[in-house]
């Protein structure tokens, strides 16, 4: 049986790598939107995933877990997968049905509220302890991821079903962490990834059949268009599971989701920076505000080491 105990290394490493795990997520989601304008979202979700899973796959042989592996039954390896299904299989199952129906600011924040999910399931199911100091700096962190997405004039139907599909989603993503937390805690994060990561693909051609999306993979899209979904594969996935995975070991989850207020402030300074898109001064404001907040959490955390 796969047995890892919990390093013995300052809380301060483990909120670098919680820090890098939201980087990769925003800077993930720039490096996909050129390959979005050509490919549609579920064929990019499957290239990505399957890069994502192989890289996964291949560090975990090299580091010898995949032997370890063969003493477990098939049992096992489903259930320590099996938070794969929450994320990324059904949270971005539905999220992409919620945007469909809905504009891309509201997914934008309603999925802020990911960090509140999270807080709410760790105090219902571990009873962690929540201070009201990071009850106010939770919010603080709220209000400043929506000012950052509040230029998002992105136009459709904000219908209410839409919304609630989003919700779901959000809801699930959050689940991922609190289960995830469970298992992380006696294995090594890198073949949780992958484990996690290859239900999740599973869950995501699965959904794509049964809801008629299909996949579609056309030999005229450039092969730079392709490379570029692989590399933010492994960014995105890979890398951003693997380094969150490997902080929650360390850090309580209620801590950690806050962390993840980041990902919009990478994300639209990525955009700006990589992409040309303009910031407007509420937009700053915003990542400002997020930022800080953070930056308190991070001390709350560090007075408790």
Request: proline residues 4%; charged residues 5%.
């Amino acid at each position: 049986m796969i047995s890892t105990k919990v390093a013995k290394t300052p809380n301060s490493h483990a909120l670098i790598l919680i820090t890098a795990s939201a980087g990769c997520w925003g800077l993930g989601t720039v490096m996909s939107k050129s390959v979005l304008a050509t490919v549609p979202p579920l064929s990019v979700l499957t290239v990505q995933l399957s890069t994502s899973i192989l890289v996964l796959w291949v560090l975990s042989t090299l580091q010898g877990h995949t032997a370890r592996l063969t003493q477990f039954s098939w049992f096992t390896w489903i259930q320590l997968g099996s938070p794969g299904v929450f994320e990324p299989g059904l949270s971005y199952g539905f999220g992409l049905i919620g945007l469909s129906l809905s504009s891309a600011s509201q997914a934008a924040l309603i999925g802020a509220t990911e960090p509140v999910f999270i807080v709410g399931l760790a105090w219902l199911m571990f009873r962690e302890s929540i201070s009201l100091r990071l009850l106010m700096l939770s919010a603080l962190a709220m209000i400043g991821v929506m000012l950052t997405v509040s230029s998002d004039t992105a136009s459709g139907s904000q219908a209410l079903l839409g919304n609630l599909w989003i919700l779901i989603g959000t809801f699930c993503a959050a689940f991922y962490v609190i289960l995830s937390r469970h298992a992380v805690a006696n294995h090594p994060p890198l073949i949780l990834s992958a484990l996690q990561q290859t239900m999740g693909l599973v869950c995501i051609v699965l959904f794509s059949w049964n809801f008629g999306a299909g996949l579609q993979f056309s030999s005229t899209i450039p092969t730079q268009i392709w490379l570029l979904a692989a590399l933010s594969g492994v960014v995105q996935y890979a890398l951003a599971f693997w380094l969150y995975l490997s902080a929650i070991r360390l850090i309580p989850v209620s801590i950690a989701a806050q962390f993840l207020s980041l990902i919009p402030v990478f994300g639209v300074g990525g955009a700006y920076l990589f992409l040309g898109e303009r910031l407007t001064l509420v937009q700053c404001l915003g990542m400002a505000i997020t930022i800080a907040a953070v930056s308190q959490i991070s001390r709350l955390q560090s007075s408790h080491e």
